[in-house]
């Protein structure tokens, strides 16, 4: 399954660019697109610095007016690079769709996307842009909604969308039907669901604290906020029933 990494222009925790680096290497390796929302470009431009062998997006797409102090020949040499810009967009600050609307669109329509991994989704410290990060989440629904529509289209079945917004500590999943959680290191695995629908009930959950077997996961309580992994497991799961609505599972380690 191809997944579309896509770099929002938002917080990157540069305290751990090996975290970034080894997204950008599995990625180019594995054939999945690089695709940059305006300022998400910025994380390339940072970490080629101190590389020997720079890697450069397949795409850049936006208004770009998050870009305006790097060098005026930046474009160019994207496009000497073999990054494809999506001039249409270039100073439409007044466009309908957020850069990371066009983002996602672009994956699915041009790559067949069956997934995204979203990076720079939270805000920046001290920025207070919880409207950002607010908006950043919605993204993977909406993938949902094109991934399907593009499936009706083309009149085909199967294939289960894949989401998740990735950080150098913690990792939001929008889980559809099941997920998998892989322990990080030796210390606590927090887990926190989170729902926007009423319609959000766990059919079965292996090796956590606090077993979710059978709970509904009501949209104006918090109560699945929290829970943990069992000692000395490597893993859990977590299964939606049939029918359920997606939600939010949060993933959250501590060095």
């Known amino acids: ?6 770099f929002l222009n938002g917080h990157y925790d540069l305290r751990y660019p090996q975290f970034y680096r080894e997204a950008l290497t599995w990625a180019v390796e594995n054939r999945h697109p690089l695709i940059c929302a305006d300022g998400g470009l910025r994380l390339f431009t940072e970490l080629n610095q101190t590389s020997d062998a720079p890697i450069f997006p397949n795409v850049l797409i936006g208004d770009l007016d998050s870009l305006e102090e790097l060098p005026g020949d930046t474009i160019e040499q994207l496009e000497r690079s073999g990054t494809h810009i999506a001039r249409e967009w270039i100073g439409h600050v007044d466009k309908d769709d957020t850069d990371g609307q066009l983002a996602v669109t672009y994956a699915i329509a041009e790559y067949d996307s069956q997934g995204i991994l979203l990076y720079g ?20 629904r909406l993938g949902l909604q094109l991934f399907q529509e593009n499936l009706d289209r083309r009149h085909g079945s199967g294939g289960n969308w894949q989401a998740a917004m990735r950080d150098p500590l913690q990792t939001i999943h929008f889980v559809v039907s099941d997920v998998t959680l892989e322990r990080k290191n030796e210390g606590v695995q927090r887990v926190s669901l989170i729902s926007d629908d009423p319609n959000v009930t766990v059919e079965s959950s ?11 996961v009501d949209p104006i309580r918090t109560n699945t906020l929290r829970n943990e992994f069992v000692a000395g497991a490597d893993q859990a799961t977590i299964r939606l029933t049939e029918g359920s609505d997606p939600v939010y599972v949060i993933h959250n380690w501590y060095e």
């Open 206 to 216: 292996t090796n956590l604290r606090w077993s979710l077997d059978g709970l509904h």
């Open 121 to 140: 989704g939270l805000p920046r410290p001290n920025g207070y842009e919880v409207d950002h990060f607010l908006g950043n989440l919605r993204l993977m």
């Open 1 to 6: 399954m191809k997944s579309a990494l896509i």
